[in-house]
Nanobody, 128 residues
Framework: HVQLVESGGGSVQAGGSLRLSCLIS??????????EAWFRQVPGKEREAVAA???????AYADFVKGRFTISQDAATKVLYLQMNKLKPEDTAMYYC?????????????????????WGQGTQVTVS
């Protein structure tokens, strides 16, 4: 049974940093051929991909976060991270981690959220 639980959201001033965590259970990250990603959504808009990571450690980022956000994973603790630096008010959203068993590159993952079957409950990030 795959479960994803996000944490680490909160309120921060523009220019600040937050680190989101996603505890994953039900499969072995860094070993199994899963793709993991962070998404975000604001009310009234579609969920959009932020960053993705595959089992080989390859990553991909949406243009609007490149150079500011970093996705990583710790297989020992089964946690997926999203380090967010230089936050902007437009980064305000509910952030979700997702996992997919579909074999795809991180770049493909950014445009195929429909292939992500497993989701966490979300963690709110507010930048003022």
């Amino acid at each position: 049974h795959v479960q994803l639980v996000e944490s680490g959201g909160g309120s921060v001033q523009a220019g600040g940093s937050l680190r989101l965590s996603c505890l994953i259970s039900g499969y072995t990250i860094g070993v199994s051929s899963w793709c993991e990603a962070w998404f975000r959504q604001v009310p009234g808009k579609e969920r959009e991909a932020v960053a993705a990571l595959d089992v080989d450690g390859d990553t991909a980022y949406a243009d609007f976060v490149k150079g500011r956000f970093t996705i990583s994973q710790d297989a020992a603790t089964k946690v997926l991270y999203l380090q967010m630096n230089k936050l902007k008010p437009e980064d305000t959203a509910m952030y979700y981690c997702g996992a997919s068993r579909v074999i795809m590159t991180p770049t493909q993952a950014l445009t195929t959220s429909s292939l992500f079957r497993f989701w966490g409950q979300g963690t709110q990030v507010t930048v003022s």
